[in-house]
Protein backbone atom coordinates (compact mmCIF):
# COMPACT_ATOMS: atom_id res chain seq x y z
CA UNK A 1 0.00 0.00 0.00
CA UNK A 2 1.47 3.18 -0.76
CA UNK A 3 1.23 5.94 1.67
CA UNK A 4 2.35 9.44 2.29
CA UNK A 5 1.78 10.50 6.04
CA UNK A 6 2.46 12.66 8.92
CA UNK A 7 3.99 10.70 12.18
CA UNK A 8 1.47 10.88 14.46
CA UNK A 9 3.34 13.33 16.63
CA UNK A 10 4.29 15.55 14.18
CA UNK A 11 0.61 15.96 13.16
CA UNK A 12 -0.68 16.53 16.69
CA UNK A 13 1.96 19.15 16.65
CA UNK A 14 0.92 21.01 13.80
CA UNK A 15 -2.71 20.62 15.04
CA UNK A 16 -1.89 22.30 18.62
CA UNK A 17 0.60 25.24 16.78
CA UNK A 18 -1.83 26.25 14.15
CA UNK A 19 -5.36 24.88 14.33
CA UNK A 20 -8.31 27.46 15.81
CA UNK A 21 -9.64 24.41 17.10
CA UNK A 22 -7.02 23.99 19.87
CA UNK A 23 -7.10 27.76 20.27
CA UNK A 24 -10.41 27.67 21.02
CA UNK A 25 -10.58 24.51 23.37
CA UNK A 26 -7.59 26.10 25.42
CA UNK A 27 -9.68 29.43 25.80
CA UNK A 28 -12.21 27.05 27.35
CA UNK A 29 -9.82 25.31 29.40
CA UNK A 30 -10.66 22.28 27.64
CA UNK A 31 -7.83 19.35 28.24
CA UNK A 32 -6.69 18.59 24.71
CA UNK A 33 -5.23 15.08 25.64
CA UNK A 34 -9.00 13.83 25.95
CA UNK A 35 -9.30 14.54 22.34
CA UNK A 36 -6.28 13.03 21.14
CA UNK A 37 -8.29 9.86 19.76
CA UNK A 38 -10.60 12.11 18.35
CA UNK A 39 -7.61 14.27 17.19
CA UNK A 40 -5.96 11.00 15.97
CA UNK A 41 -8.93 10.07 13.28
CA UNK A 42 -7.20 9.03 10.18
CA UNK A 43 -7.98 10.19 6.85
CA UNK A 44 -7.75 8.36 3.53
CA UNK A 45 -7.85 9.95 0.37
CA UNK A 46 -8.45 7.14 -2.52
CA UNK A 47 -7.70 7.94 -6.15
CA UNK A 48 -8.45 6.21 -9.60
CA UNK A 49 -6.12 7.44 -12.38
CA UNK A 50 -5.08 5.85 -15.68
CA UNK A 51 -2.59 8.53 -16.95
CA UNK A 52 -1.86 10.23 -14.10
CA UNK A 53 -4.02 14.05 -13.71
CA UNK A 54 -5.94 12.13 -10.63
CA UNK A 55 -3.44 11.04 -8.57
CA UNK A 56 -2.11 14.76 -9.15
CA UNK A 57 -4.83 16.19 -8.12
CA UNK A 58 -5.21 14.10 -5.27
CA UNK A 59 -1.69 15.41 -4.19
CA UNK A 60 -2.68 18.87 -4.55
CA UNK A 61 -5.79 18.28 -2.40
CA UNK A 62 -3.58 16.75 0.15
CA UNK A 63 -1.42 20.07 0.05
CA UNK A 64 -4.28 21.68 0.99
CA UNK A 65 -4.86 20.55 4.41
CA UNK A 66 -2.86 20.18 7.56
CA UNK A 67 -4.64 17.08 8.95
CA UNK A 68 -3.11 13.98 8.44
CA UNK A 69 -4.20 12.36 4.95
CA UNK A 70 -2.50 9.10 3.64
CA UNK A 71 -3.19 8.94 -0.05
CA UNK A 72 -3.99 5.83 -1.38
CA UNK A 73 -4.07 4.26 -5.43
CA UNK A 74 -7.33 2.41 -5.21
CA UNK A 75 -5.80 -0.27 -7.20
CA UNK A 76 -2.70 -0.85 -4.81
CA UNK A 77 -4.84 -1.44 -2.07
CA UNK A 78 -7.04 -4.01 0.38
CA UNK A 79 -10.72 -2.75 0.52
CA UNK A 80 -10.89 -4.49 3.78
CA UNK A 81 -7.97 -2.69 5.55
CA UNK A 82 -8.88 0.40 4.11
CA UNK A 83 -12.18 -0.13 5.36
CA UNK A 84 -11.18 -0.70 9.05
CA UNK A 85 -8.04 1.53 9.37
CA UNK A 86 -9.69 5.24 8.16
CA UNK A 87 -12.38 7.06 10.08
CA UNK A 88 -13.16 9.81 6.69
CA UNK A 89 -12.66 9.15 3.34
CA UNK A 90 -12.16 11.45 0.33
CA UNK A 91 -12.71 9.71 -3.07
CA UNK A 92 -11.82 11.00 -7.03
CA UNK A 93 -11.86 9.37 -9.91
CA UNK A 94 -10.80 10.20 -13.76
CA UNK A 95 -13.55 9.60 -15.95
CA UNK A 96 -13.06 7.56 -18.83
CA UNK A 97 -15.69 6.58 -21.66
CA UNK A 98 -18.23 8.04 -19.91
CA UNK A 99 -17.76 6.57 -16.64
CA UNK A 100 -15.38 6.50 -13.09
CA UNK A 101 -12.89 4.20 -12.23
CA UNK A 102 -14.99 0.37 -11.80
CA UNK A 103 -13.03 0.15 -8.70
CA UNK A 104 -14.04 3.31 -7.30
CA UNK A 105 -17.88 1.96 -7.75
CA UNK A 106 -16.70 -1.40 -6.29
CA UNK A 107 -15.09 0.13 -2.76
CA UNK A 108 -17.93 2.64 -2.46
CA UNK A 109 -20.46 -0.90 -2.85
CA UNK A 110 -18.68 -2.89 -0.76
CA UNK A 111 -18.28 -0.81 2.54
CA UNK A 112 -21.95 0.61 1.80
CA UNK A 113 -22.60 -0.14 5.57
CA UNK A 114 -19.43 0.88 7.22
CA UNK A 115 -19.54 4.06 4.89
CA UNK A 116 -22.57 5.71 6.08
CA UNK A 117 -21.59 9.39 6.86
CA UNK A 118 -17.99 8.81 6.69
CA UNK A 119 -17.29 10.35 2.97
CA UNK A 120 -16.12 13.79 3.27
CA UNK A 121 -16.08 14.06 -0.13
CA UNK A 122 -15.64 12.95 -3.39
CA UNK A 123 -14.21 14.98 -6.81
CA UNK A 124 -13.81 14.03 -10.22
CA UNK A 125 -11.04 14.51 -12.84
CA UNK A 126 -12.15 14.60 -16.15
CA UNK A 127 -12.74 16.40 -20.12
CA UNK A 128 -16.20 17.73 -19.36
CA UNK A 129 -16.25 21.27 -18.73
CA UNK A 130 -18.83 22.93 -16.30
CA UNK A 131 -19.46 25.66 -18.50
CA UNK A 132 -22.50 24.56 -20.30
CA UNK A 133 -25.54 23.31 -19.31
CA UNK A 134 -24.58 20.23 -20.76
CA UNK A 135 -21.34 19.85 -19.61
CA UNK A 136 -22.79 20.63 -15.81
CA UNK A 137 -25.73 17.66 -16.69
CA UNK A 138 -22.72 15.25 -17.59
CA UNK A 139 -20.77 16.23 -14.20
CA UNK A 140 -23.89 15.59 -12.62
CA UNK A 141 -24.55 11.85 -14.21
CA UNK A 142 -20.96 10.70 -13.48
CA UNK A 143 -21.26 11.74 -9.76
CA UNK A 144 -24.69 10.17 -9.51
CA UNK A 145 -22.64 6.78 -10.34
CA UNK A 146 -20.56 6.98 -8.26
CA UNK A 147 -22.48 7.37 -5.18
CA UNK A 148 -25.84 5.64 -6.45
CA UNK A 149 -24.93 2.81 -3.45
CA UNK A 150 -24.47 5.75 -0.38
CA UNK A 151 -26.93 6.24 1.84
CA UNK A 152 -25.38 9.85 3.06
CA UNK A 153 -24.44 11.45 -0.20
CA UNK A 154 -21.27 13.47 0.52
CA UNK A 155 -21.80 17.05 1.05
CA UNK A 156 -18.82 18.24 -0.50
CA UNK A 157 -17.94 17.02 -4.62
CA UNK A 158 -16.20 18.88 -7.25
CA UNK A 159 -15.30 18.07 -11.12
CA UNK A 160 -11.58 19.16 -11.71
CA UNK A 161 -10.38 19.93 -15.08
CA UNK A 162 -7.96 16.60 -16.31
CA UNK A 163 -5.42 16.42 -19.16
CA UNK A 164 -4.69 14.26 -22.42
CA UNK A 165 -1.41 13.82 -23.74
CA UNK A 166 -1.40 12.08 -27.00
CA UNK A 167 1.19 10.35 -27.12
CA UNK A 168 0.75 8.78 -23.78
CA UNK A 169 -2.49 6.96 -24.94
CA UNK A 170 -2.34 3.82 -25.24
CA UNK A 171 -3.08 2.74 -29.26
CA UNK A 172 -6.90 1.55 -27.82
CA UNK A 173 -7.73 4.82 -26.27
CA UNK A 174 -5.84 7.23 -28.85
CA UNK A 175 -8.37 5.20 -31.59
CA UNK A 176 -11.54 5.42 -29.69
CA UNK A 177 -10.86 9.29 -28.89
CA UNK A 178 -9.58 10.14 -32.51
CA UNK A 179 -13.04 8.59 -33.82
CA UNK A 180 -14.82 10.92 -30.61
CA UNK A 181 -13.18 13.62 -31.85
CA UNK A 182 -13.80 13.31 -35.36
CA UNK A 183 -17.32 12.71 -35.27
CA UNK A 184 -18.74 14.60 -32.09
CA UNK A 185 -16.34 17.59 -31.85
CA UNK A 186 -15.29 17.64 -35.68
CA UNK A 187 -12.12 18.41 -34.71
CA UNK A 188 -8.34 16.59 -34.81
CA UNK A 189 -7.60 14.98 -31.14
CA UNK A 190 -4.88 17.04 -29.85
CA UNK A 191 -2.89 17.09 -26.18
CA UNK A 192 -4.75 19.46 -23.39
CA UNK A 193 -4.08 20.16 -19.69
CA UNK A 194 -6.89 21.69 -17.56
CA UNK A 195 -5.33 20.51 -14.27
CA UNK A 196 -5.41 23.15 -11.75
CA UNK A 197 -2.96 23.03 -8.51
CA UNK A 198 -4.17 26.24 -7.15
CA UNK A 199 -8.34 24.95 -7.08
CA UNK A 200 -7.26 21.53 -5.76
CA UNK A 201 -5.53 22.97 -3.42
CA UNK A 202 -8.68 25.23 -1.93
CA UNK A 203 -10.61 22.28 -2.26
CA UNK A 204 -8.52 20.04 0.22
CA UNK A 205 -8.57 23.04 2.50
CA UNK A 206 -12.00 23.49 2.40
CA UNK A 207 -12.42 19.84 2.97
CA UNK A 208 -10.27 20.73 6.20
CA UNK A 209 -12.21 23.19 7.62
CA UNK A 210 -14.84 20.30 7.81
CA UNK A 211 -13.22 17.99 9.81
CA UNK A 212 -12.14 20.78 12.36
CA UNK A 213 -16.06 21.87 12.75
CA UNK A 214 -17.02 17.98 12.97
CA UNK A 215 -14.14 17.93 15.83
CA UNK A 216 -14.65 21.38 17.10
CA UNK A 217 -18.75 19.91 17.24
CA UNK A 218 -17.49 17.08 19.50
CA UNK A 219 -14.99 19.28 21.71
CA UNK A 220 -18.27 21.62 22.12
CA UNK A 221 -20.24 18.40 22.89
CA UNK A 222 -18.27 17.72 25.95
CA UNK A 223 -17.50 21.17 27.52
C1 LIG B 1 -9.75 7.02 -23.25
C2 LIG B 1 -10.26 8.27 -22.61
C3 LIG B 1 -11.62 8.50 -22.54
C4 LIG B 1 -12.12 9.65 -21.94
N1 LIG B 1 -13.47 9.83 -21.85
C5 LIG B 1 -13.95 10.92 -21.20
C6 LIG B 1 -15.35 11.10 -21.03
O1 LIG B 1 -16.18 10.28 -21.45
N2 LIG B 1 -15.78 12.21 -20.38
C7 LIG B 1 -14.92 13.13 -19.88
O2 LIG B 1 -15.36 14.13 -19.30
N3 LIG B 1 -13.57 12.98 -20.01
C8 LIG B 1 -13.09 11.91 -20.66
N4 LIG B 1 -11.73 11.73 -20.79
C9 LIG B 1 -10.82 12.76 -20.25
C10 LIG B 1 -10.26 12.26 -18.91
O3 LIG B 1 -11.24 12.31 -17.92
C11 LIG B 1 -9.03 13.07 -18.49
O4 LIG B 1 -8.03 12.80 -19.44
C12 LIG B 1 -8.53 12.77 -17.10
O5 LIG B 1 -7.35 13.52 -16.90
C13 LIG B 1 -8.26 11.29 -16.90
O6 LIG B 1 -7.73 11.05 -15.61
P1 LIG B 1 -6.25 10.45 -15.41
O7 LIG B 1 -5.28 11.42 -16.08
O8 LIG B 1 -6.09 10.42 -13.93
O9 LIG B 1 -6.21 9.10 -16.03
C14 LIG B 1 -11.20 10.60 -21.41
C15 LIG B 1 -9.83 10.37 -21.48
C16 LIG B 1 -9.37 9.21 -22.06
C17 LIG B 1 -7.89 8.98 -22.10
Not at 36 to 54: H, Q, W
Not at 128 to 147: L, P, W
Amino acid sequence: MQTERYSRREFLARVYRYSSLSMMALLFGYDLSAHEKDLGKSTALLYATRYGATKDTAQWIQHGMRTPVDLLDIERVSFSDVLTRYDRFIVGSGIWIGGVHNKVIEFLETGQNSLDGKILATFLVCGTEESTDKGRAGIEGYFNVMHASLATKPSMSKAFGGRIIVEKLTDDDRKALTAFYNTFLHEQLRSWDRTDPEKARHFGTDAEYKIENTLLGSVQKSV
